[in-house]
Nanobody
Framework: VQLQAFGGGLVQAGGSLRLSCVGSGLIFSLCTMGWYRQAPGKQRELVATISTGGTTTYVDSVKGRFSVSRDNAKNTVSLQMNSLKPEDTAVYYC??????????WGDGTLVTVSS
């Protein structure tokens, strides 16, 4: 199983970025997908999830600013991040969880938001 995330970068506060993650090796349409992030000196935090049926959940700090989506035909999960804040600076990791509870992680992509 492989997950490859891309789309991170440097952006000014108030700006937008779109992260994408492409997977292989699983039937991703059967799996929950989403994004975690880890800021310097902090624990990894669940940012957003999207279920097989398209139900989404978000951590309170990103509600109304971030949107997670998936394209099962392309084995892709995306995270649209708007109105970015310096506190959104982190390494973002995509993940997938299979119906039997196995979790796989992608390599992180760094998002830096300057004030």
């Amino acid at each position: 199983v492989q997950l490859q995330a891309f789309g991170g970068g440097l952006v000014q506060a108030g700006g937008s970025l779109r992260l994408s993650c492409v997977g292989s090796g699983l039937i991703f349409s059967l799996c929950t997908m989403g994004w975690y992030r880890q800021a310097p000196g902090k624990q990894r935090e669940l940012v957003a999830t999207i279920s097989t049926g398209g139900t989404t959940t978000y951590v309170d700090s990103v509600k109304g600013r971030f949107s997670v989506s998936r394209d099962n035909a392309k084995n892709t999960v995306s995270l649209q991040m708007n109105s970015l804040k310096p506190e959104d600076t982190a390494v973002y990791y995509c993940y997938t969880k299979t119906p039997v509870g196995l979790t796989y992680w992608g390599d992180g992509t760094l998002v830096t938001v300057s004030s």
